[in-house]
């Protein structure tokens, strides 16, 4: 089972500063199978990044991911109220599995 | 539009079996490469996926579970089912019905149904 790992546990930022979230996977994802989806309280988790890198469909342009092979990370350029919740990576290079979660919490 | 709905029992004895069901539109789970799965969230944790079943009819259940999951779908009635066995208190939490775009990512959600495991 591919076991995913999050970093860090709880960011606590203000509005309009950059966060940076890091997802780790412990196997070699080889065509950068990984997802990010964000979830806000008593909803569903969304789609946000796909491909590592590939923005889903209206998502908004500070949104940003990247990495390869084990090694992934969401940006968030500059945070809206909006974005405060908490953000969750997927791997679908072998099965499935979630990290455990980034919240994003306001300062 | 898409839309997934779940439905099944709020509450559930420990060592019953649990079945969910999950009634869907915008989309037909004939065609090749659609797959519709089952992903569940226990209080304040992450969420994990337990099974999936796509327009060949091929089934995907996570390795830690499988042996007390069945899903099955209904395409007629355009449905997804999950049988899940010997329920436990630590199975308490929300599951959600699912569809995984091609690549394999999660591009529709659908509400949830709160699931309570207690005798």
Known sequence: EVVLTQS???????????????????????????????????????????????????????????????????????????????????????????????????? | QVTLKESGPVLVKPTQTLTVTCTFSGFSLTRLGESVGWVRQPPGRAPEWLALIDGDDDRLYSESLRTRLTISKDTSRNQVVLAMTKMDPTDTGMYFCVRFHSGGYIVHWGQGTQVTVTA
Do not use: H, N
């Not at chain 1, 070699?28 to 990984?34: A, D, F, V």
């Not at chain 1, 290079?93 to 919240?103: E, I, Q, R, S």
């Open chain 1, 8 to 107: 860090p546990g709880t960011l606590s930022l203000s509005p309009g500063a950059r966060a940076t979230l890091s997802c780790r996977a412990s196997q070699i994802l080889s065509s950068s199978e990984l997802a990010w989806y964000q979830q806000k309280p008593g909803q569903a988790p969304r789609v946000l990044i796909y491909d590592a890198s590939t923005r889903a469909s209206g998502v908004p342009a500070r949104f940003s991911g990247s990495g390869f092979g084990t090694d992934f990370s969401l940006t968030i350029s500059r945070l809206e109220p909006e974005d405060f919740a908490v953000y969750y990576c997927q791997q679908y290079g072998a099965l499935f599995t979630f990290g455990p979660g980034t919240k994003v919490e306001m300062k």
